[in-house]
């Protein structure tokens, strides 16, 4: 759901007092990533640096092509590795079973420009692995678009004519997540329960992500910064760029879901994230109606019918191993939150 630029930044304008890189801050990690130090895979590893609940993270990301792709003449052999991955951070108290709480606090770019790439195999008009077809695919192409912070832009230059338009900032974390279940490792490519790869424009300031814990300390990793991003990321990528993020975490003890979920102020998400694409969105729907459920006190039979007549769908992306879906519905259509002995909603309070 893309942001309108007066909304995005009046929530930067918003954002705690605490400045970047302030010396002695209170309950915040730092931690700078390279080439040399990135992972590649959701996944088992040596944590950078243990957070406990209610800290912050401030570290920063490579874009999704390394920060290799700076030129003309630049090209996709150049890279090393796809999405790389900042982290694991091992957030201390989580446990299996659990879940993972991710504030976004900040999201900074990083880079004067970023990068937007067409590539043979990837992109949803493409022949790829998973869609074989016959014809040829599509050239190796790149764009690269300026940032210009003073109108909070980029620009896209046509390669074939003289057209050129500018692009409303709309930054977030295309890759967000945790180490999946029973000991696997999974591509900085897919996304799955875990998060992963989500290519979801809600991993931005004023957003809550929920996340399962699947091993001890979660082992949350974060990367694949977007400028900005169309729905469906049809041709592969958003604006790829490097970015400087905040992010609070906290645990809820004992409370399971199975799927990732974001909240902010004015709306409940679920996210699904599968192929076909008709399964997503049953996973996303699904999840929506167990929360509403779970939360708010409705049954799962109102909370079907209320949502096909009050619910939206986000096409996050149709280009990755699985396709991923938000469904989300307004809190103005739901009763207050249920004060359930024995559990907590969602949100954490500190």
């Not at 409370?255 to 997503?280: C, H, K, V, Y």
């Not at 167990?290 to 909370?303: F, N, P, Q, T, V």
């Amino acid at each position: 759901m893309p942001m309108k630029i007066p909304l995005a930044l009046a929530m930067l304008v918003s954002l705690p007092a605490l400045a970047w890189g302030q010396p002695g801050a209170p309950g915040v990690v730092r931690y700078e990533a390279s080439i040399d130090t990135v992972k590649y895979l959701f996944g088992p590893a040596t944590p950078v640096a243990h957070v406990k609940p209610g800290q912050v993270i401030e570290a920063n990301t490579l874009d999704a092509f390394g920060n290799v792709l700076r030129k003309p003449g630049d090209t996709l052999s150049m890279v090393e590795g796809g999405n790389p991955l900042t982290g694991p951070f091992y957030v201390e108290g989580a446990q299996p079973g659990d879940t993972l709480v991710v504030k976004v606090l900040d999201v900074q770019l990083d880079a004067d420009q970023g990068v937007g790439v067409l590539g043979p195999g990837f992109g949803a008009l493409n022949s790829t692995a998973y869609t074989p077809m016959l014809q040829p695919p599509l050239p190796e192409r790149i764009w690269f678009y300026p940032i210009d912070k003073a109108t909070n832009t980029a620009r896209f230059t046509a390669k074939d004519s003289s057209f050129s338009v500018a692009i409303p900032l709309h930054p977030f974390l295309g890759c967000l997540g945790v180490a999946p279940a029973m000991g696997e490792a999974r591509s900085s490519a897919t996304p799955g329960e875990w998060g992963g790869n989500m290519d979801s424009p809600q991993v931005t300031v004023g957003h809550t992500v929920y996340l399962p814990v699947n091993v001890p300390g979660a082992l949350l990793y974060f990367g694949d910064g977007h400028a900005a991003q169309g729905d469906g990321e049809i041709a592969g990528t958003g604006i790829e760029i490097a970015m400087r993020v905040r992010l609070q975490v906290d645990v809820l003890k004992g409370q399971t879901i199975a799927w990732p979920r974001f909240e902010n102020e004015r709306s409940l998400m679920a996210l699904g994230a599968i192929r076909p694409l008709d399964d997503a969105l049953r996973i996303a729907f699904t999840e929506l109606i167990g929360w509403i459920k779970a939360d708010y006190g409705l049954s799962e039979l109102d909370s079907y019918e209320l949502l096909t007549k009050v619910a939206r769908i986000h096409l996050n992306e149709m280009v990755d191993p699985n396709y991923v879906v938000v469904a989300s519905i307004d809190k103005q259509f739901l009763p207050p939150r249920a004060n359930r002995p024995g559990r907590q909603a969602l949100t954490p309070v500190h």
